[in-house]
């Protein structure tokens, strides 16, 4: 019997998964399909009873729904719980459960690259719900932590739930400062970037030794990460950390192991295609 899952959010189309998923199932043979639906913020618990009611077995979910949805579900797992924000669903005897892969979706995809987290400094740009994932399991990792946002009571709110967790954290305006100068990780999280724009403020200062991420991943180098790299930093966009969340995610619903390489050759596929055709 073929299974169901999706990803929602919107913008949508810009959206990978579909790709990725659908080849991890065809290399192991899985009768499965993963759609994508674009889902208007006023059409969120629409959608989610129409998810249910045609027996999808889970989904996805993107900005701008990572917490919104939060109050649709029925439990969530210690890592959602603890992130206050959701990215995979799965329906289990009839209950919506929902689990956050982000943070550690994101920690495979920089361990190599970091060489080791214990006792650096991380800033975080933005305190949305892919941030406090990130955040949280950064934290874990016994990184320092400085969010900034443009809501300063976000960032606040995000730098507590750190604390409460044992980790180390600050929270500051969200504009240049001397944390430029001894940052080892930049991450940027929110959706400026998305469509062309420039990010808001100037990476002029900052260390050339700093690894720094933009987790948008079409485009594939974002203005951010051209600046980035004029400073002569390391970069990296969103692509490992989307292959492996949705290897996670792939893993929460359907036990066993993912089949990594498949799912990663997929999205390379994809992604080189859209650098070379725009349309």
């Known amino acids: 019997m073929e299974k169901h899952y999706a990803v929602i959010g919107t ?21 499965a399909e993963y759609q994508r639906f674009n889902v208007e ?14 027996g999808f077995s889970g989904w ?16 969530l797992t210690p890592e959602a ?16 459960i929902g689990h956050n892969t982000d943070g550690v979706g994101f920690v495979r995809s920089v361990q190599d690259d970091l060489k080791g987290f214990k006792g650096k400094k991380a800033v975080l740009l933005g305190a949305g719900g892919a941030a406090k994932g990130i955040a949280l399991a950064l934290a874990e990792q016994e990184m320092e932590l400085h969010i900034l946002n443009r809501t300063p009571e976000k960032a606040s709110e995000l730098v507590q739930a750190i604390q409460r967790e044992g980790g180390i ?28 724009e420039s990010f808001p403020f100037s990476l002029k200062g900052i260390s050339d030794q700093t690894l720094v991420v933009d987790i948008i991943v079409n485009p594939r180098e974002t203005v951010f990460l ?3 790299r004029k400073q002569g930093c390391r970069t990296l966009d969103g692509s490992g950390m989307l292959l492996f ?8 619903w359907l036990g066993g192991q993912a089949p990594v390489e498949a799912m990663r050759q997929a999205l390379k596929g994809q992604l080189m295609q859209r650098m070379f055709y725009k349309g």
């Open 60 to 75: 996805n979910v993107t900005l701008p729904h990572k917490e919104p949805i939060i109050s649709l579900l029925d439990a």
């Open 81 to 96: 719980r603890r992130a206050g924000a959701v990215n995979t669903v799965k329906i289990l005897d009839g209950q919506r």
């Open 226 to 228: 051209q600046e980035a």
């Open 11 to 31: 913008p949508i189309d810009h959206s990978l998964s579909p790709w990725m998923h659908n080849a991890g199932y065809k290399a192991l043979g899985i009768d």
């Open 169 to 196: 954290a600050t929270s500051g305006l969200f504009a240049p400062g001397k944390w430029l100068e001894g940052v080892d990780l930049l991450v940027q999280t929110t959706s400026v970037g998305l469509h062309g």
């Open 41 to 54: 913020p006023s059409h969120l618990a629409e959608a989610v009873e129409g998810l249910c009611s045609l």
């Open 245 to 252: 969340q949705g290897v996670l995610a792939w893993e929460f």
